[in-house]
């Protein structure tokens, strides 16, 4: 069984931001119990990753790490006319990756206890996102 | 259902290219038209990742950020008998990943926009690559 | 068909490990023949990728890679009450992600000749470790 659901993310400022109960709402309206959630977000400056889901100073470390680690010195890149933010927030999505899949049984995502779906917003301005949330199981 | 095919591609020069329309063909002939289509290149030197699709200079643009950010200097390796270019090579491969999946509906890749899927050949002289392309659903 | 197991790693030490057999051993119990095989670790401090599968100095390569550009300065982070290898553990985890996924062909994984699958091991002391290993096909 495949189920296939889009959804519209609103605007999120540029960091890293929890939305693992979107995707558990879809779980649970699925009606699959076992198998695979696959997330998939259609832009090339945002991403997908899992990690930590308690602290929000994870979050901001990680917008901190990875501001400091992906340069934004546009004089370094070729693409730069949208932005000092956005080559090095096309950088960032292919080093965090578009999708994340996580395993289902009896009907609940199986994160660990400490993880959650994390929305990586690189550009300063994003603007809303969308994401395609794929089912696949029995 | 399940399709699977095995593809060679062509030798690329180092850098980022596009192969989505390798991938495109295979969701067509699978005729499966709601699922995941899954891309695994069974290399550990050259990687798959998603980005943008239009401008050339966002692809230089990448090849020089993992040159500078993965150093080649052979003195930091251990394993540095196959080249300048080789351990440099494994650790973009684990960056960037070795594989992508998109989610399929109406028979076509839900590519964003501004997706396409990247080839990334991480070696001066890689020769030709070996991917699997998996398509999942109905 | 979907067949899910739990396993539960030994405690390895910091650094990068091949658990290759573990995940063949389930491919070949599932019965499934043709589809996808994804393993998934339950942790934000641990992470799972694919490479080279021979030389033990590739794995010591890539941990001495991750320590030099993800920094273990505390000063940097603001989560830092877990010690100095907390948060870049977090982050390293992202960078190389909390799943894998292989072609399955013939009741095999389809890695190619010098791949393995690799536990990163990102805490100097993270215990064991739990990872959920699903197969869909048929």
Redesign the interface.
Known sequence: ??K?SHKVLRAYPRGFHIITDIVEAEVRESGIR???C?V?????SASL????NA?P??R???E??FT???SEDLS????NMEGRDD?PA??K???????????I?NGKL??????GI?LGEHRNHGGSR?I?I?I???
């Not at 199986?110 to 993880?115: F, N, R």
């Open positions: 069984m495949v296939t076992q198998g695979i696959h998939f977000i259609q832009h090339t990753t899992i990690n930590e602290d100073s994870v901001a470390d990680f901190s790490h400091r680690n992906v370094l890149y070729l693409h080559m096309h950088i999505a292919s080093l965090l990756g578009s999708s994340v899949s996580v395993p049984e199986q994160l660990g206890t400490w993880q994390y969308k395609v794929t696949l199981g029995e």
